[in-house]
């Protein structure tokens, strides 16, 4: 009896559960273009087309190998355009009733298979290091789910930088070493950019019709979209890029988009790299001395460490998670977002950036798009749809704990102990987005004041009885204290102005 085989956009690899529980010689493997998928947020159409075309290339190299694969193109005029839908369609087409599939990687997706009227095993998805159950078991009984503890943990699973039982150089975390401010020049050309075949060119006219309307650029396109490309872009990062990465991988430059970054996320989160092969990669690096221990270890942590810890959150703290709002925050995401016109620097070159790339690097998201949305109180539900839909990395899996959980303590502190807050110091000191902006960062009060000198202080005083008993906001309490009362009432008050200008649609 033979069984449809669910194979999604972000599973596009032989080697998925659902492919390996799979009878080449029987079982029909179902990949459907579907523009729910596409339109459930209004995905940038770069991170569209990078899905779609990879789907077209591993449907290809599947039908290469032999295998029978049922595969609905968006255009389709029989398409139905829903996952469950095409599971339906592909049944009654073939005749069968059941459907073997890796568990997605979104709760949405998850019910919907649920709640299809088809014979339907998920399997576990271990393409991850920590499986549901260890993550579980690791989380239990503790009082804080800190991700430090959780990725040393990783480190001796995989052996990744660790001699015997002991962390390679004698220190778990080098981030003390990663916080240098932005370089005057970048010795590296960027990742490595693919020009688009046949394939891809088709995709990205399909996208430019169907999707054209949303926010962002869909050319110039040059990700990977097959294994050995996105192979050769991890190869030139190796090379390149990875011996300075640690040094400057929280820095931000306003005409240097990707500085020493790998910009292989989007790869691995739709499986045309394997995580571990890819850190594997990065410690032989290391190894062969032509890679720092800091850079090493620093790139590493990201992936075994922190990509694994939010997915254990994810799912540990269940379908609820991406709608909270501890801190009831409720005002409206601001147009500028979208790419109206903003006179902060910063934030306007992180949305111009994103809007040209899908991608912003993990400082530019959490410490200027993510601490302004905290600090200005914007509505966590409609902060995490943005990023879900600007970004080519994001999934939800990813996305809802990174935004909900650290850059807005929306999870009221499941994954951060306190808010990450910053005034206009930290973005001047770690970029040179302040040189020429309207506002100055030196400027606490009155005109040109930097408005993420106001907020800062707004949002301690309307959050102090949530924080000001916490540890480490202890300081930021005391300063405010000992500041002028009159300077206090102007900050307040100015920063009251600023959000009122900014609702009513002015530009700010």
Not at 155 to 163: A, N
Not at 338 to 367: D, P
Not at 383 to 394: C, G, N, P, T
Request: aromatic fraction near 12%; proline fraction near 4%.
């Amino acid at each position: 009896m033979s069984r449809l085989v669910l194979v999604l956009g972000d599973q596009l690899t032989e080697s998925v559960a659902a492919l390996r529980e799979a009878d080449k010689s029987r079982d029909v493997v179902v990949m459907a273009e579907v523009a729910e998928e596409g339109s459930y947020v209004p995905h940038h159409p770069k991170k569209i087309a990078l899905i779609l075309a990879a789907m077209r290339k591993f449907a290809a190299r599947l039908r290469e190998d032999g295998w029978t694969v049922a595969y609905s193109e968006l255009d389709d005029t029989e398409n139905s355009q829903s996952i469950p839908g095409e599971l339906l369609r592909r049944a009654e087409q073939h005749g069968v009733s059941d459907v073997i599939a890796t568990r997605p990687g979104e709760h949405r997706l998850i019910a919907a298979l649920e709640d299809c009227p088809l014979k339907i095993t998920l399997l576990e998805d271990d393409r991850f290091i920590a499986s549901h159950k260890e993550f579980e078991e690791w989380a239990e009984g503790r009082k804080a789910l800190r991700m430090e503890y959780f990725y040393r943990e990783m480190r001796r699973k995989t052996g990744l930088l660790m001699e015997g039982d002991k962390p390679a150089g004698g220190k778990w975390n080098y981030d003390h070493e990663n916080r240098k401010p932005a370089p005057e020049d970048v010795a590296f050309s960027g990742p490595l950019q693919f020009t688009p075949d046949a394939v891809v060119e088709e995709v990205l006219d399909l996208v430019e019709r169907r999707f054209g309307n949303h926010f962002g650029n869909l050319r110039l396109f040059w990700f990977a979209t097959d294994p050995e490309q996105a192979q050769r872009a991890l190869t030139h990062f190796v090379t390149y890029a990875l011996p300075r990465f640690g040094d400057f991988q929280d820095a931000m430059l306003a005409d240097n988009r990707f500085l020493y970054h790998a910009l292989v996320a989007p790869y691995i989160n739709i499986g045309l790299l394997d995580p571990l092969e890819v850190c594997r990669a990065v410690e032989q690096a290391w190894k062969e001395r032509h890679a720092p221990i800091n850079a090493a270890e620093g790139f590493i942590r990201q992936i075994i460490g922190w990509r694994e810890y939010v997915r254990g959150i994810y799912f540990l703290e269940g379908p609820d998670y991406p709608r909270r709002n501890g801190l009831n925050h409720q005002r409206k995401l601001p147009d500028f977002y979208w790419g109206a016109e903003t006179r902060m620097r910063c934030v306007s070159k992180a949305v111009e950036q994103t809007k040209a790339e899908a991608y912003a690097h993990h400082i530019q998201r959490l410490m200027v798009t993510g601490n302004f949305a905290l600090l200005a109180g914007l509505d966590p539900a409609e902060v995490s749809e943005w990023y879900l839909a600007v970004y080519a990395d994001a999934f939800e899996w990813v996305e809802a704990p990174n935004v909900v959980g650290m850059s807005l303590f929306a999870d009221g502190g499941v994954i951060a102990s306190k808010p990450y807050v910053s005034s206009g110091a930290y973005i001047n000191r770690m970029s040179d987005y302040c040189k020429g902006c309207h506002y100055k960062v030196s400027v606490k009060t009155g005109d040109g004041a930097c408005p993420f000198n106001l907020l800062y202080w707004h949002f301690l005083d309307r959050h102090r009885d949530r924080f000001s008993n916490n540890a480490r906001m202890g300081n930021m309490y005391r300063t405010w204290d000992r500041m002028d009362a009159t300077r206090r009432e102007t900050v307040l008050r100015e920063a009251d102005a600023f959000l009122d200008r900014m609702s009513a649609g002015e530009v700010v």
